[in-house]
């Protein structure tokens, strides 16, 4: 399952506040087994090639990075409540919440 670490931030601000926010940060800087993907500039080119192929829709750059994510990792099932991390075929856990 993939979650990103700035979706749940966006989650917990928009849904709650600035403090359950800062709560959930606090909560993934305490797993040891969860792996933060960088973003360097390997990454910006396999983003910026998931916005031009979906240029249909409003992606983010973030949005793409999580999208190229999903794919390279084969991950079938995704933490978000934004609907863009599907494009690809991965189920999402929370939409539209």
Same mark, same amino acid.
């Given at each position: 399952?993939? $979650?990103?670490?700035?979706? /749940?931030?966006?989650?917990? !601000?928009?849904?709650? %506040?600035?403090? =359950?926010?800062?709560?959930?940060?606090?909560?993934?800087?305490?797993?040891?087994?969860?792996?933060?993907?960088?973003?360097?500039?390997?990454? #910006?080119?396999?983003?910026?090639? !998931?916005?031009?192929?979906?240029?249909?829709?409003? !992606?983010?750059? $973030? %949005?793409?990075?999580? !999208? /190229?994510?999903?794919?390279?990792?084969?991950? =079938?099932?995704?933490?978000?409540?934004?609907?863009? #991390? /599907? #494009?690809? /075929?991965? =189920? #999402?856990?929370?939409?539209?919440?």
């Amino acid at each position: 399952m993939y $979650a990103p670490p700035a979706e /749940g931030h966006g989650w917990f !601000l928009r849904r709650y %506040d600035q403090n =359950r926010a800062i709560q959930f940060l606090n909560f993934i800087g305490e797993l040891s087994v969860l792996a933060i993907q960088p973003f360097d500039g390997e990454e #910006l080119r396999k983003s910026s090639r !998931l916005v031009k192929k979906f240029d249909d829709q409003p !992606l983010t750059l $973030a %949005d793409a990075h999580g !999208l /190229g994510i999903i794919q390279e990792r084969r991950i =079938r099932v995704c933490w978000s409540t934004d609907q863009h #991390l /599907g #494009l690809t /075929g991965a =189920r #999402l856990v929370i939409q539209g919440v």
